[in-house]
């Protein structure tokens, strides 16, 4: 457990992602939930786990989406606007153009929209780079942003000084994170990617009976053209070869294979990403796995696996509430037709 460092008050950080479906315009049932945690006397920070806008990220102005997505950029704002803490979003795959050769030119918009809104640069890491990121939001706790989109993206990618990174390769990218790891190893560390470690859903190859017999509804839940038997090639292939956003995916797994090298010898470490729709704590080698893609919308999970502590397809967050003693407890919460506040599923003591 990180050493005990002094700190007037707790600390507490909501992880969210995948809101990019929410309501455009009327309050959303998720955010509003997640407002109703906020305490002006709590310090606390809001991370937005990536695909912040569905389906497609910001387009041109003259693209038929660009009105819709400007309106997802303009809902989230209007739901923290009044936040007293720290704000801060990552970019999933949809974010850049979902995963289009051309995705590097919406990134940048979105990354600029979100500044001119929020009035400060808020989305990380900036300029589309690969990271890492380190932001102190808290004595006792530090924040590492990774780009995870940045090592699937196919076409141009941004990397070097010349387009604001900085680190000038890939292995550059994983000495950085090593030595940000490494400095802050006496406090409570948050690795925050869209793209998650470890998965019991969708793109970590988990699937139920009726994605072999109707495979279709893996991309649109009422395409129900049944394919039995063959059905199952498109769930199998995503399994052992993967789509370039699964864990079999090539690129996927070398970054995935990297980061959790580097995770095993940090006891501790919190990872927390999106990607999945749903909700679900994982630990391995003494560390915790975080999924919490279930800001909009909500796809299959397995409720027991051999690492899986928490698994739950319900739209909400969890929050991680940081004491001064070197404590952490995670919390999911999910919304509540009853409370204001939703409804807390889950809650367990971060060693």
Sequence with gaps: MPAKITEEKPYEVFLIGDTGNLQRHKADPVLETLKCHFDKNQHSAVVFLGDNIYPRGLPPKNNILYKDAEDALIAHYEALKDYHGKVLFISGNHDWNKGRKNGYEYILRQEKYLEKLFGQTVMYPSQGCPGPTEININPNVTLILINTQWWLQPGFRPIGQEYGCRVSSEEEFFEHLEKIIEKNKDKRIIIAGHAPVYSYAIHG??????????????????????????????????????????????????????????????????????????LQHITKNDNHFIVSGAGSKLKYVL?????????????????????????????????????????????HNLS
């Design 205 to 278: 190859g988990q699937y139920k009976l009726s994605h072999h017999l109707f495979p279709f509804t893996l991309y649109h839940k009422k395409a129900y053209v049944p394919l039995p038997f063959i059905g199952s090639l498109l769930p199998m292939y995503r399994k052992y070869f993967g789509a370039r956003e699964d864990i079999a995916h090539p690129r996927y797994r070398h970054l995935r294979k990297r980061l959790i090298d580097m995770f095993k010898t940090k006891k501790g470490l919190i990872y927390a990403a999106g990607h999945e729709h749903n």
């Design 303 to 347: 409720q027991e696996g051999k690492n899986l502590k928490f698994g739950m397809k319900a739209k909400g967050f969890f929050k991680i509430k940081f004491g001064n003693d070197g404590s952490a407890v995670l919390s999911a919460w999910v919304v509540d037709p009853v409370s204001k506040k939703g409804k807390m599923v889950y809650e």
